[in-house]
């Protein structure tokens, strides 16, 4: 079973068009972190969010937390190909706990 | 470099045979995780460790798969009589034990492990 879900698993789209990635949970996390990977390489991170209904950007993305703290949604406004990648959520329970992920596809 | 660094970056292997991967964190981490990915899924936390003592260790780390961190740096990950199912990429990640909740996890670049 699943912790976190995460959905689309997998969008692929023209550069240009706008997108939303879901993370969903039963559980409640103190925080919820959302991290990029690319091929061959290690997550990194993108954004950190702690308080319930807490909204961050990220020049064209934006990060929301649920107000119960159990969800949280990542939208990219105008994707480039450069966006491509795999974007994960991840709770902190103690550990860090990743979704399976959302690999988005953009292309020119 | 003072990233986390993973060595081997790939490694292939008969099934049967034992592997050990090694992890270098950030040197004032003394936190470090390991992590097991499968293509397009997510990290699956697989054990880690606060200086040299392991602190947890998931349900998914069967008996074939062993851990040590013996002087609080650097950690390998053993996999014995390799089966393949083991087939994924092991990444290691690094964190200062003070860092607070908004800190990022440091990861490495991973070792891919391939089962023949």
């Known amino acids: 079973t699943q912790l976190l879900e995460q959905s689309p698993q997998f969008l692929s789209i023209q550069e240009g068009e706008n997108l939303t990635v879901y993370c969903n949970s039963s559980?409640?996390?103190?925080?919820l972190q959302w991290y990029r990977q690319e091929p061959g390489e290690g997550p990194v991170l993108l954004v950190t969010?702690?308080?319930?209904?807490e909204v961050k950007k990220l020049k064209r993305l934006t990060f929301q937390f649920g107000d119960a703290r159990k969800d949280s949604s990542l939208h990219i406004t105008a994707a480039q190909p450069g966006d491509t990648g795999l974007y994960l959520c991840?709770?902190?329970?103690?550990?860090?706990?990743f979704g399976q992920g959302t690999e988005l596809s953009v292309k020119p | 470099d003072t990233g986390v660094s993973q060595d081997p970056r790939h490694k292939i292997t008969k099934r049967g045979q034992n592997v050990t991967f090694r992890c270098d964190p950030i040197?004032?981490?003394?936190?470090l995780y390991w992590y097991r990915q499968t293509l397009g899924q997510g990290p699956e936390f697989l054990t880690y460790?606060?200086?040299?003592?392991?602190?947890?260790k998931s349900r998914l780390l069967s008996d074939r798969f062993s851990a040590e961190r013996p002087k609080g740096s650097f950690s390998t990950l053993e996999i014995q009589r390799t089966e393949q199912g083991d087939s994924a990429m092991y990444l290691c990640?690094?964190?200062?034990?003070?860092?607070?909740?908004?800190?990022?996890?440091?990861f490495g670049n991973g070792t891919r492990l391939t089962v023949t």
């Open positions: 991840a709770g902190v329970q103690g550990k860090l706990i």
């Open positions: 559980s409640v996390f103190s925080s």
């Open positions: 969010v702690v308080t319930g209904g």
């Open positions: 040197s004032e981490h003394n936190r």
């Open positions: 460790f606060q200086n040299e003592a392991q602190l947890e």
């Open positions: 990640a690094s964190i200062a034990a003070t860092s607070s909740y908004n800190s990022p996890l440091h």
